[in-house]
C-alpha cells in the first residue's frame, strides 16, 4: 500500500492564479529533488478559493525528507501571503479500484 500527502488550500479570494503558479513552482522543484514525485492540484468546483493537492510517496521517510527541506519550507513560505489557511496531511492507503485492482 502506498503513503500519500494531502493538502488543502484556501486561498485569498482573487489570489487563485497566483497561487496554482507558485503551486507549480513548488513542484517542479520538488521533482528535481525527487524525481518520481507525482502530484495533482484540484480546484474545488463548490468552495471557489479552496484547493486540494495530492500525491504518491514510496515512503513515511521520504514525506518527511521532502517536508524537512529548505526547499519545501522556502516554498510554503513563499505561498503563506496568498492562505487564507493550510493543512497538511500524511495518508496510508486503505483500499483503492482501478489498475489491476478487481
Known sequence: MSVYTLGIWLVHPGRENDFVQAWRDLARKT??????AKAVLMHDHDVPNRFISTGPWESIEQIEQ???SAMYKQGV????ELLEHFEPHTLDEAA???GDTP
Open 96 to 98: 483503492s479500484i482501478g
Open 31 to 36: 521533482k528535481e529533488d525527487f524525481p518520481h
Open 66 to 68: 521532502w517536508r524537512a
Open 77 to 80: 513560505e513563499a505561498m503563506r
